[in-house]
């Protein structure tokens, strides 16, 4: 009987032991962070201003995110880009967004890229005259 209890008392120590190690564990200590890949990006508009050409070169290994927002903060939109891939070529209508300024955000998590786009509406152009004496 002695060596039941005996048992028993071990197997409710260790169980306690292993709960409170994995409660300690996961309370007081941060999550470790996801490698960031390195990244490059390239933004262009297209010659008939209704394009936006989005290049994004990355390393292997970590996540980037890409997100356009508008001046309010409203997220237009969203491409994560996952860990396997090394390049992303995106194009986005914009001949839908309304006049004013929007912002591009590419980040790893680490550090972010923030380019800022303006929406313009060109001036009327005026006629050319020309006056002519004979």
Known sequence: MKTLTNSLLFALMLSAFTVSS????????????HRAAAYQIGV???LDGTKLNIAVDKQRGGWVDVVLKDD???????????????????????????VGDYHLEVSNGQETTVRTLSITTPAPALPARTIALL
């Open 22 to 33: 994995t409660v300690s564990a996961s309370a007081g200590v941060p999550k470790q962070p």
């Open 44 to 46: 262009y508009g297209s």
């Open 72 to 98: 309010k903060g409203v997220v237009l939109f969203r491409q994560l880009i996952r860990k396997a891939d090394v390049t992303y070529r995106g194009k986005l209508d914009v001949s839908a967004l309304t």
